[in-house]
């Protein structure tokens, strides 16, 4: 696998697992969990750009041979990790942009559906007491 190759399939592996983990509603139970442990927390559980660091961090130092992948900018391999994983990054919020757009759609029929049943729950503790 070439460099580019890598470097474009962990973006797009970290965007799609960052977005999903932040945005989509299956994880909104952790998302308030972890909320809870302060205001850290609470950031980087909810910004895709922050947790995204963190899931290429991970795939970045859980792959074998990392060595063969980085953009090799100098003769100091921290330092080429290091900037490896920012262009990652930086790629990655591309592809999030392009993720945030396509799925617009989708949020905005979620936060109808969340809202309806706040309303119909409001309606239905109104009614008990």
């Known amino acids: 696998m070439a460099r580019l190759e890598y470097i474009t ?3 797009l592996c970290a965007a799609s697992v960052s977005y999903t983990i932040t945005w989509a509603g299956i994880f909104s139970k952790l998302r ?3 909320s809870k442990w302060g205001p850290w927390f609470e950031d980087l559980i909810h ?8 899931v290429i961090l991970v795939i970045m130092l ?3 041979h990392i060595g063969d992948y980085l953009v090799l900018i100098t003769d100091v391999g921290l330092y080429n990790f290091l ?5 990652i990054v930086c790629l990655t919020s591309l592809f999030h942009a392009v993720m945030l757009v396509a799925y617009k759609p989708v949020a905005e029929v979620e936060t109808f559906r969340r809202l309806k049943a706040e309303r119909e729950k409001e309606k239905l503790n109104q009614q008990q007491q």
């Open 9 to 11: 399939l962990v973006a």
């Open 32 to 34: 308030d969990l972890v």
């Open 47 to 54: 910004c895709p750009y922050c947790f995204c660091h963190y």
């Open 62 to 64: 859980t792959t074998r």
């Open 83 to 87: 900037f490896t994983w920012f262009v």
